[in-house]
């Protein structure tokens, strides 16, 4: 089920805005797609991102693939849980499985740039048909 307090990328990353931090990670259709998740590259503390910018990667058991910033703003944490337990983002992708925590530059963004849960599911059923 997708959670409906989070929005989408097409790239398939979610954010979840709490104030003005959002936490960010990859949806359950993308950790389903990549299969068993062995590796995470994720950005430092400080960073600064712009939407759009490449956050990090993620490897695993079959291809590595980019992951995107769904909004604009600066890194404030990291899960450094994925370092040990990459398999996280398998089991549980929108809880323990989270990647970064961001302070959203420009809130506006995420309702302008990012799809509802409906309409991510409604882009998930064409692009895999």
Request: net charge negative; aromatic share 6%; proline share 4%.
């Amino acid at each position: 089920m997708t959670p409906e307090d989070s929005r989408y990328a097409k790239s398939h990353e979610y954010i979840n805005v709490e104030g003005e931090v959002g936490t960010i990670g990859i949806t359950e259709y993308a950790q389903k797609e990549l299969g068993d998740v062995v590796f995470v590259e994720l950005p430092q503390v400080g960073t600064q991102l712009e939407a759009g910018d490449e956050l990090g990667s993620i490897e695993s058991v079959k291809a590595v693939s980019e992951l995107f910033a769904p909004v604009g703003g600066e890194v404030i944490e990291v899960n450094e849980r994925l370092a040990e337990k990459p398999e996280l983002i398998n089991t549980d992708p929108y809880g323990d499985g989270w990647m970064v925590r961001i302070k959203v530059a420009d809130l506006s963004e995420v309702d302008e740039l990012l799809m509802t849960a409906e309409e991510y599911d409604e882009y998930v059923e064409t692009e895999s048909h």
